[in-house]
């Protein structure tokens, strides 16, 4: 009973984020990380959405065979048969069913009585288990329902063969010692609860929801569903590093543990947020920037003389690349290859030709690259959008006289050389004009965010954009010591994305709107 299932969202709440929109070979690449590093229960997605969600979910359930394998499906018989049919290929399946319990839900949005919601979550329950042992139910609007009525229904879903009782903080309004209370209520009150292991799931709306996540384990909750980065719907979920750290730092306040592989802790993040095209903050706990830079001398003195004096974890617990300069111009392939290994990438030979070859041309601009750099260089050069058009040339003159000048030159789908140029009110304004003239694929630039990889005039610079197109929202990343070429880069990626789905039909998977009822 002191193991804490960590179970991961990232591919279902965490892709409601939004503006989040992943692809299925994306999904994936993610999904093998999350089974890397150990988590107990991924849980792919919500089949009954979209073609693209049952996809998604169905390769998971077919490659991933470390963890057990979850997805999402309302308390209807058509969403759970079709959970059933993406999960049927899984080493260990699961199907989570989840109804409203709040009277405001119940009264508003599903027009049920109490009775219905029992009846119904009764038979739906009961209808999973029928597919597959492993169900979990979750009460939607836990934490604003009444606890006399959560009883009745965890009681009554338990003996419909329900083994795990997920309870949800839907919209963050719950406080720590409220929700702990709960979750004592909860052990207390429903008498087959020793049937079933209590899992919570919190957002942070009110940036409580690792806080109400550890109280709950503290009360004897045994599950934590949380996203990696915090990601998801609205504000967010409970971030899976700030819990797993908080368990395995303060082992003399939590008595339980983790199955997570700390050390894949931080590419894990830096994954999430590439692909999903979310920047970390540089003051985000365990994987931002900042977490473990340390700025005021009385700060640094005090590492320097014993890092305990600042430092409550080692950076390299939750592999945060060593800052050490290793590469430079006469580093060669196998040097390269070597410190990809370290940094835990594994490359296809096509993968790591052009991260060498992206490398060799970074050296010639940058003397030193860092740990972080080599990161960038692999995201960049690892493919997971199949390329339309392939961005070969950007040329830019700009300044404080004169107009915003851009010339690109792209190859299109059929190998033929394409070329234009466009004024903008700013260089990056005038490189997506013109690159627009070519593509001619009608989007708006709803965001756009500029970071530097390491320190130095030198440094990488990685974009992240986001555009929207018929009201489905595409992100972008570009990395490049220049940052137009960067932001030239992100554009291309993103349009490619929109183009992909477009070209497959898959508008809906990559939706970030909801359509009434089927989000969460
Ligand atoms: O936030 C929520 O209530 C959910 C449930 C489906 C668990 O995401
Ligand atoms: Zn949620």
């Given at each position: 009973?002191?193991?804490l299932i960590?179970?991961d969202?990232?591919?279902?709440?965490?892709?409601?984020a939004?503006?989040?929109?992943?692809?299925i070979?994306?999904?994936?690449?993610?999904a093998?990380?999350?089974?890397?590093l150990?988590?107990?229960?991924?849980?792919?997605?919500?089949?009954?959405?979209?073609?693209?969600?049952?996809?998604?979910?169905?390769?998971?359930?077919?490659?991933?065979?470390g963890?057990t394998?979850?997805?999402?499906?309302?308390a209807?018989?058509?969403?759970?048969?079709?959970?059933?049919?993406?999960l049927?290929?899984?080493?260990s399946?699961r199907?989570?069913?989840?109804?409203s319990?709040?009277?405001?839900?119940?009264?508003?949005?599903?027009?049920?009585s109490?009775?219905?919601?029992?009846?119904t979550?009764?038979?739906?329950?009961?209808?999973?288990k029928?597919?597959?042992s492993?169900?979990?139910?979750?009460?939607?609007?836990?934490s604003?329902?009444d606890?006399?009525?959560?009883?009745a229904?965890?009681?009554?879903?338990i003996?419909?063969?329900?083994?795990?009782?997920?309870?949800?903080?839907?919209?963050g309004?719950?406080?720590p010692?409220e929700?702990?209370?709960?979750?004592e209520?909860?052990?207390k009150?429903?008498?087959?609860?020793?049937?079933?292991?209590?899992?919570?799931?919190?957002h942070?709306d009110l940036?409580?929801?690792?806080?109400?996540?550890?109280?709950a384990?503290k009360?004897g909750?045994r599950?934590v569903?949380?996203?990696?980065?915090?990601i998801?719907?609205?504000?967010g979920?409970?971030?899976?590093?700030?819990?797993?750290?908080?368990?395995?730092?303060?082992?003399?306040?939590?008595?339980?543990?983790?199955s997570?592989n700390t050390?894949?802790?931080?590419?894990?993040s830096?994954?999430?947020?590439?692909?999903t095209?979310?920047?970390?903050?540089?003051?985000?706990?365990?994987?931002?920037?900042?977490?473990?830079?340390?700025?005021?001398g009385?700060?640094?003195d005090g590492?320097?003389?014993?890092?305990?004096?600042?430092?409550?974890?080692?950076?390299?617990?939750?592999g945060?690349p060593a800052?050490s300069?290793?590469?430079?111009?006469l580093?060669?392939?196998?040097?390269f290859?070597?410190?990809?290994?370290?940094l835990?990438?594994?490359?296809?030979?096509a993968?790591?030709?052009?991260a060498?070859?992206?490398?060799k041309?970074?050296?010639?601009?940058?003397?030193?690259?860092a740990?972080r750099?080599?990161?960038?260089l692999v995201?960049?050069?690892?493919?997971?959008v199949?390329?339309a058009?392939?961005?070969?040339?950007?040329?830019?003159?700009?300044g404080?006289r004169?107009?915003?000048t851009?010339?690109?030159?792209l190859?299109?789908?059929?190998?033929?050389?394409l070329?234009d140029?466009?004024?903008?009110?700013?260089?990056?304004?005038?490189?997506?004009k013109?690159i627009?003239?070519?593509?001619g694929?009608?989007?708006?630039?709803?965001?756009?965010?500029?970071?530097?990889?390491?320190?130095?005039?030198?440094?990488?610079?990685?974009?992240l954009i986001?555009?929207?197109?018929?009201?489905?929202s595409y992100?972008?990343r570009g990395?490049d010591t220049?940052?137009i070429v960067?932001?030239?880069k992100?554009?291309m990626?993103?349009l490619?994305?929109?183009l992909?789905?477009k070209m497959?039909?898959?508008?809906?998977?990559a939706?970030s709107?909801?359509?009434?009822?089927e989000?969460?």
């Amino acid at each position: 009973m002191n193991k804490l299932i960590i179970f991961d969202t990232t591919l279902r709440d965490g892709e409601q984020a939004a503006g989040a929109s992943l692809n299925i070979q994306e999904k994936l690449e993610i999904a093998r990380t999350l089974e890397a590093l150990g988590v107990d229960v991924i849980e792919a997605g919500f089949p009954m959405t979209s073609p693209g969600d049952f996809e998604a979910v169905k390769k998971v359930a077919s490659e991933i065979k470390g963890c057990t394998v979850c997805g999402l499906a309302r308390a209807t018989p058509k969403d759970i048969d079709r959970a059933y049919d993406a999960l049927k290929a899984a080493a260990s399946p699961r199907i989570h069913v989840f109804i409203s319990a709040s009277e405001v839900h119940m009264v508003h949005q599903l027009k049920k009585s109490r009775a219905e919601v029992l009846q119904t979550a009764r038979d739906m329950v009961a209808r999973a288990k029928g597919y597959i042992s492993d169900i979990e139910f979750s009460p939607m609007d836990a934490s604003r329902s009444d606890p006399l009525f959560l009883y009745a229904l965890l009681e009554a879903v338990i003996d419909a063969g329900a083994t795990t009782l997920n309870i949800p903080d839907t919209v963050g309004y719950a406080m720590p010692g409220e929700f702990g209370g709960l979750i004592e209520g909860i052990f207390k009150n429903v008498p087959n609860i020793d049937k079933a292991v209590i899992s919570v799931h919190c957002h942070d709306d009110l940036g409580l929801s690792v806080a109400n996540s550890l109280e709950a384990v503290k009360r004897g909750a045994r599950q934590v569903e949380c996203t990696v980065n915090g990601i998801g719907e609205r504000a967010g979920n409970a971030a899976l590093e700030e819990i797993v750290m908080a368990i395995r730092t303060r082992p003399d306040y939590y008595d339980v543990t983790t199955s997570i592989n700390t050390e894949l802790i931080y590419p894990a993040s830096r994954l999430v947020s590439q692909r999903t095209g979310f920047a970390v903050q540089a003051n985000k706990s365990i994987v931002g920037a900042n977490a473990f830079r340390h700025q005021s001398g009385i700060h640094q003195d005090g590492v320097i003389k014993m890092p305990k004096t600042y430092e409550i974890m080692d950076p390299h617990s939750v592999g945060v690349p060593a800052s050490s300069l290793v590469l430079g111009k006469l580093s060669g392939r196998h040097a390269f290859k070597e410190r990809l290994a370290e940094l835990g990438y594994n490359l296809s030979e096509a993968d790591f030709d052009r991260a060498f070859a992206a490398f060799k041309e970074l050296a010639d601009k940058k003397k030193e690259i860092a740990d972080r750099d080599i990161e960038s260089l692999v995201a960049e050069e690892q493919r997971t959008v199949v390329e339309a058009y392939h961005l070969d040339r950007v040329q830019v003159t700009c300044g404080d006289r004169g107009v915003p000048t851009a010339a690109v030159r792209l190859i299109d789908p059929d190998g033929k050389v394409l070329e234009d140029a466009a004024l903008g009110t700013g260089p990056v304004d005038a490189v997506y004009k013109a690159i627009n003239r070519l593509v001619g694929v009608p989007n708006r630039l709803t965001e756009f965010s500029i970071t530097s990889i390491t320190a130095g005039i030198d440094a990488i610079g990685e974009v992240l954009i986001r555009i929207e197109s018929e009201g489905v929202s595409y992100s972008g990343r570009g990395a490049d010591t220049d940052v137009i070429v960067s932001s030239a880069k992100a554009y291309m990626n993103a349009l490619n994305r929109l183009l992909a789905v477009k070209m497959n039909g898959q508008e809906k998977a990559a939706r970030s709107r909801p359509e009434s009822g089927e989000r969460t």
